[in-house]
């Protein structure tokens, strides 16, 4: 059956991969995306009532590895800490390998791109180091700076 305006509604109602608005604002202005993903709100508050300074350097990654794992005892925080982690070690290798730079990939989340053209799922990364304690945060960090 040929019902033209259903034809048109449908066209206007497609899902079509959208961008993500972070990709979105990534292209418009991605050194105010970079200041936003190195906040890491929880990460640093938690951290700091541990008595640890984060000071976007490799040193504080290796004094996050160090730290009691007490977040893996709020499973409700546990996800958002290991997200912060993450974003927290993109935001160290950043300002600190040469080359390196945030990327936003549209319908996905920030990655880490090294001048080689690797990319390092840095999200991913410190999910898994909130929940298992590995890879560490500073294993990471120096794999990284090889490149």
Known sequence: MNIPFLDSWRKRHESEPA?????????????????LLSECELL??????????????????????QLSPRWRNDPEELPWFGND???????????NVPGARWQVWPGGGPVV????????????AGLDWAMTGAPQLSQVYAEASEH
């Open 44 to 65: 640093r508050s938690r951290v700091e009532e541990a008595g640890v300074a984060l000071d976007d350097t490799p040193r504080s990654l290796q004094e996050l590895d």
């Open 113 to 124: 791109r090294l001048a080689s053209g690797r990319e390092i799922q840095v999200v991913e």
């Open 85 to 95: 982690a993450g974003l927290y070690l993109g935001t160290v290798i950043v300002r």
């Open 19 to 35: 961008d993500s608005p972070l990709a979105a604002a990534f292209d418009r202005d991605p050194e105010g995306v970079a200041e």
